[in-house]
């Protein structure tokens, strides 16, 4: 374990061994090296585990694979294994399809307080720009700068200004939009003891506001969500989403609705079990 450890990223991932080597390659390139990557696997086959040992030989960090077997959508329960496999203090977590820009651990290490948790955004790719990301478009940023995204065909809009590198602008950003600071999975960051004192993710939850809903609980717990969407980024590849489920959809709605109603700071259904209950 290094020394010198501040983070460790959760990176969730279920079969796209080709995304998460150019994930993990932009980790290897960060303005940091203070952390440790843990690799939340909801069941992938063979080829993400060659993807993680091909990257391991060839990286200073240490990555540690944390598998279950393939059972449908359950990616809370292996991000509760993820949290609790962590050797850091504080946990950044994201998602195995998206890119970190090169300031990306800095930022989100920069802005940490006490109680308080760090909500970042993502700049979604489209699909055909998605397919131009490779591993040298990343080692030169390119994929983070609005004129070669736009020349590779990504419509120009607002949204381009969560690629800024002004730190004033996006301060000011932060301040002035309307989005509120929540859980999201691809880019957020707590202290690893407040997500464990709210029993960290619901496990009766599948696809579909599982994130908030831990976020909601903190929240109640009395840690304070700061936006930095602005400030820390990543990139988004695009995707088709076939485990969205309305059926699940409408469990996990009911979840939310009982942690609000009941201001929950504590779930029976997360890392520690109640023996009483099955999930």
């Not at 077997?69 to 993820?82: R, S």
Request: proline share 1%.
């Amino acid at each position: 374990m290094q020394s010198n450890l501040q983070a460790t990223i959760i990176v969730s991932t279920f079969n796209k061994p080709e995304w998460l080597k150019l994930v993990l390659l932009s980790f290897d390139i960060q303005t940091t090296k203070n952390f440790e990557i843990i690799i939340a696997d909801d069941g992938s086959d063979e080829k993400t585990k060659t993807v993680i040992n091909e990257f391991s030989e060839h990286s200073d960090l240490k990555v540690v694979h944390v598998w279950q077997e393939n059972n449908g959508f359950q990616k809370t329960k292996i991000l509760n294994k993820a949290i609790l496999a962590s050797n850091a203090d504080y946990l950044i977590f994201t998602d195995g399809d998206c890119i970190a820009r090169k300031d990306f651990v800095e930022t989100h290490l920069k802005l940490r307080h006490l109680k308080q948790a760090l909500s970042g955004g993502y700049f979604k790719l489209t699909d055909v720009v998605s397919r131009e990301v490779n591993e040298q478009v990343i080692r030169q940023q390119n994929c983070f700068e609005k004129d070669w995204l736009i020349a590779q065909g990504q419509p120009k809009t607002f949204k381009m200004n969560k690629l800024t590198k002004s730190n004033t602008k996006a301060k000011y950003l932060n301040f002035i939009t309307p989005t509120k600071a929540t859980f999201d999975g691809m880019n957020v960051s707590c202290w690893k003891n407040d997500i464990l004192a709210v029993n960290g993710f619901d496990e009766r939850m599948k696809y579909g506001g599982e994130d908030r809903e831990v976020g909601e609980r903190m929240m109640y717990n009395g840690v304070k969500f700061l936006q930095i969407r602005y400030s820390a980024i990543c990139v988004h590849l695009h995707h088709e989403r076939p485990y969205k489920n309305e059926e699940a959809l409408k469990i996990n709605k009911q979840i939310r609705k009982n942690t609000k109603q009941e201001k929950s700071t504590y779930t029976k259904f997360g890392i520690k079990k109640d023996a009483t209950i099955s999930l």
